[in-house]
């Protein structure tokens, strides 16, 4: 059974810091990953897929990395500001009570950027 | 356009009531999906559609009755529910990528229901 492990559970940093969430996942055969980010009380946004051949995708300050064979992934933030205070979901492929695909979510990171 | 909407934001009905959460999108994704999500924890799968045709289930309650009458549009008829189903329910929908489901997943943003 696929399971997903993020640590830290929350995080409380100044503003400009760069910092690093992660993510563990107990069944590396994985065919991708997505990072996500959830603001209180709203729906969640995709940051991005990494796909199993990549080691890793960027988009603008954010830099994801994916290390299969270890079951790792880790999501880079560089100049934190405190528009990027919100919680960070990992996310990857995982089998239904039937046997179908879904997506297995870790519990997340809150992440707090203090100005 | 990549939005997926959700009506109504927030939704608050007795246990007796009969109501409909709503999503709708317009990206041509021909799977959608319910979601659950309590508080403080991640989202839980509730149903899979594909090609508008039921293919998950995830041992939901009958009191929860999902709907899929086109292609753009996903509904969730809810009826006799329990305060304990008061959550944050999520709407999304993905292509359906060659190795299943679970390509990129646009989430709508939310109905906020209470139960009381």
């Known amino acids: 059974k696929q399971e997903v492990t993020q640590i830290p559970a929350a995080l409380s940093v100044p503003e400009g810091e760069n910092l690093v969430l992660n993510c563990s996942f107990t069944?590396?055969?994985?065919?991708?990953l997505q990072w996500f980010r959830q603001d209180p009380g709203k729906g969640l946004t995709s940051l991005l897929l990494?796909?199993?051949?990549?080691r890793e995708q960027t988009s603008g300050r954010l830099n994801a990395s994916l290390d299969k064979s270890s079951g790792r992934s880790t999501l880079y933030i560089a100049a934190s500001q405190p528009g990027d205070s919100a919680t960070y979901l990992c996310?990857?492929?995982?089998?239904?009570?039937?046997?179908?695909?879904?997506?297995?979510f870790g519990k997340g990171t809150k992440l707090t950027v203090n100005p | 356009d990549t939005e997926v909407t959700q009506t109504p934001k927030h939704l608050v009905m007795g246990m007796t009531n009969k109501k409909s959460l709503k999503c709708e999108q317009h990206?041509?994704?021909?799977?959608m999906y319910w979601y659950k999500q309590k508080a403080k924890k991640p989202p839980e799968l509730m149903f899979v559609?594909?090609?508008?045709?039921?293919?998950i289930n995830e041992s939901v309650p009958s009191r929860f009755s999902p709907e899929c009458p086109n292609s753009s549009l996903l509904n969730l008829h809810l009826h006799a529910l329990q305060p304990e189903d008061s959550a944050l329910y999520l709407c999304?929908?993905?292509?359906?990528?060659?190795?299943?489901?679970?390509?990129?997943?646009?989430f709508g943003p939310g109905t906020r229901l209470t139960v009381l």
């Open positions: 990206m041509g994704h021909r799977a």
């Open positions: 069944d590396s055969a994985i065919y991708n």
């Open positions: 996310a990857v492929p995982g089998l239904t009570q039937g046997g179908s695909e879904k997506l297995v």
């Open positions: 990494i796909q199993s051949s990549q």
């Open positions: 559609y594909s090609y508008e045709k039921l293919s």
């Open positions: 999304a929908s993905s292509r359906l990528g060659s190795q299943g489901s679970t390509d990129t997943q646009y």
